[in-house]
Structure formats: C-alpha cells, structure tokens
C-alpha cells in the first residue's frame, strides 16, 4: 500500500518574470542588408508590426539566455540569499533546444548551480503557457515548493536567414516566471490542445534532410503563414473564452492581455475577436521583440509590467499558439 496523496489541491500563483534580451538588436533595414533580404521596413511593419528583433551571439546560448532570466524572476521574488536554490523544479521550453539527449532545463539548472528536478516540454511557441499549467499542477500536488518555468529560444538558430518568409519574423531571447503555492488560486486552469493534423504548417524536420543529403543545407523551419494566420483566427478565441471559462472570469474582469507575439496585425484581430473592452491593456511587445516562440509569452509579460507597473495584481489573458499545431491559454493575476 503506498502512502495517500494529500486530498486537498494547493492553489498556485506566478510570483515574479524575468527576462534576458540578447544585446544584439537589428531594426527591419539592418536585417535585410545582414542577409541580402528581398524586403523592405514597409513591408515588414505592415503585415506583421516588427519594426526591431533581438538576436543571440554565440555566448548567448539557451542555457545562458533562460539562466538569466530565471536569476532575475527569483531576485524579483525576493530569493536573494538562497540563489537558485529557492527553486526545487526547473521546467524549460523551447523549440530550438537542438539536443534531445539532455533537456534544456538540465542546462539551466547546471548554468543556474545547484540541485533541481528538470524538463522539457515540447510545444513549440505554446511551451510557456503549458509550463505554467504543469507548474500549476505540480503546485496542486505538492510535488514541489517553488517551480521555475523558462521559455528560451534562439530562434536564428533554425531559420533560414536567407528565407524572407521567416527571417523577418522570428528572433531570440528568453524569460522566466517563478510559480509557487498561494493562499487563493492566481493561475486559472488553461484550455489547451493539438490539432495534429495541421503540424506542417509550421514545421522544421531536422533528421530526414540530413539523412538524405549530409552536404545539404540544414533543415530550416517553414511556414506557410496565410494558412497558419486562419488557423489561428479560428482556434485562438474559442480557447481564450474557455479559459475565462474555466477560471471563472469575465472580460470586464480582465485588465491586460498577453497573446503570443506572433504578429501584431494578428494581435488586432483576435483583440477585436474577443470583443475586449477599451481599458484592457494589450501587449504589442512583437514590434520590439519579434517573436520569439516560446519566449514571447514571459518577455511581453516582462515589458507589459515595465510599462505599466499599476497592472501588477491584476488579471490577465495569457495565450500561446503555434507549431503543433498547439495552444494553450489560461488566466493568471499578474506579479
Ligand atoms: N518581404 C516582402 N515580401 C514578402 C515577404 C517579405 N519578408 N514575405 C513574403 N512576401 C511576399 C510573398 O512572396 C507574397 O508575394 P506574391 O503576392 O508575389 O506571391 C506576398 O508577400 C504576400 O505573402 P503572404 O504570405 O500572403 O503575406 P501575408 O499577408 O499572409 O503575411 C505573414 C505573411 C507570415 C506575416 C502572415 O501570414 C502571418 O503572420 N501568418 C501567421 C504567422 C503565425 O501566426 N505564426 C504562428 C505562430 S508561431
């Protein structure tokens, strides 16, 4: 006979964010010249809203850009004295982690010291949004105390350069959020879910290239984006409502909302979808940022509350949506 579980659930909540921009930052014109794009600032600015990306250096791995981000959500969660620690579970997503021997979170926790549970989760530019419902599970369980969830992405890594449909787009980066155990539950439960079927619209196969052709390129990510974009417009409100939902809230209860930053065009489109109401905040972070996958969902939560200190305490919207093709949305109250 084993021992019982403890009956009651512990409720959860986001405690602090942290973020890591890598220093090196190209506006539309510089990234076109770096690789001989075919493009313009017009074009770009128009149909997606980037008008600036941050790119990672060599040093700036995945282990070093989530490491840091992490240090700063638990300096910002008070966890000074014990340094990395106050953390017992490090959890990591990330969809340009290239080594499936070790997980990422393995990475971070070495970069980090000290001793932690660690893993992966694979779901893509979702993984941020499903780290936090795992940590809120987790949290539920006791099976930890104080849960790091890092999304990393060094997105240049697995695009084409040379590929305007991509390059343009994705970028590089990381961020961090500390969960741990609260008196009230301050993580809503999240809709969350996989259309298999649709997986090629965004897509990187790194074996079967290789396989076939060793002196051939690598395989990059492609995307066939106007596909995508319909995908999106027509899963991403039905699980933001079933999120609210399933937290129990109102729109009217909201005041901000953290979409994956994709393309801020799209961002207009679901907010008008949704049908917010004028005083919720909206994240637009993808103009400064570009989207950086698994990332995106922390580092616009990082500049959401750098802009607007007063939302901290408040309700938000957080959803991620991509490769998968997967999403997952849940409510969280704000650090
Ligand atoms: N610069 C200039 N022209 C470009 C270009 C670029 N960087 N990229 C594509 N084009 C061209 C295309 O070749 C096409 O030319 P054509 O009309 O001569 O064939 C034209 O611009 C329109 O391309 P299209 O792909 O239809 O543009 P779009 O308005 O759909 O915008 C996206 C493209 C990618 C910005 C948009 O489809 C999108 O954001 N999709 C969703 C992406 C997403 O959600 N990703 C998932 C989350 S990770």
Not at 10 to 30: F, I, K, M, Q, W
Not at 48 to 61: D, L, M, Q, Y
Not at 117 to 141: H, K, M, N, P, Y
Request: charged content about 20%.
């Amino acid at each position: 006979m084993l021992n019982p579980a403890e009956d009651s659930p512990l409720p959860a909540r986001l405690v602090s964010v942290g973020a890591y921009r890598p220093r090196t930052c190209l506006d539309n014109d510089e990234l076109a010249r770096a690789h001989a794009l075919d493009t313009s600032d017009a074009w770009i600015r128009q149909r997606t809203g980037i008008a600036t990306r941050h790119i990672a250096s060599p040093g700036e791995s995945l282990e070093f850009m989530g490491a840091r981000a992490a240090e700063r959500a638990l300096a910002r969660a008070g966890f000074t004295d014990q340094g990395a620690q106050a953390a017992d579970c490090i959890l990591a997503a990330s969809m340009s982690h290239l080594d499936s021997s070790q997980s990422l979170a393995r990475g971070i926790s070495k970069e980090l010291g000290g001793r932690h549970a660690t893993f992966d989760v694979s779901a893509a530019c979702a993984g941020f949004c499903v780290g936090l419902e795992l940590a809120r599970c987790l949290i539920a369980t006791r099976t930890f105390r104080r849960i790091l969830v890092v999304g990393a992405e060094r997105m240049s890594d697995i695009v084409d350069p040379h590929d305007r449909t991509t390059s343009v787009i994705f970028a590089d980066g990381a961020g961090a959020g500390l969960v741990c155990a609260a008196p009230e539950p301050e993580i809503g439960p999240a809709a969350w879910g996989t259309e298999g079927a649709a997986g090629r619209l965004l897509h990187r196969s790194p074996l079967a290239p290789i396989a076939a052709a060793p002196e051939g390129p690598p395989a990059y990510l492609t995307m066939r984006g106007p596909e995508l974009y319909r995908w999106v417009m027509g899963t991403v409100p039905r699980a933001a409502r079933e999120a609210l939902d399933k937290a129990g809230v109102h729109t009217d209860d909201l005041s901000a909302v953290v979409l994956h930053q994709a393309n801020d065009r799209m961002t207009t489109a679901l907010v008008a979808a949704l049908g917010l109401p004028p005083h919720v905040v909206v994240s637009h972070d993808v103009v400064s940022s570009g989207n950086t996958s698994a990332a995106s969902v922390p580092l616009a939560v990082d500049a959401l509350l750098a802009d607007h200190p007063d939302l901290s305490g408040k309700l938000a919207l957080l959803t991620g949506f991509g490769a998968g093709l997967t999403f997952a949305a849940q409510v969280v109250r704000l650090p």
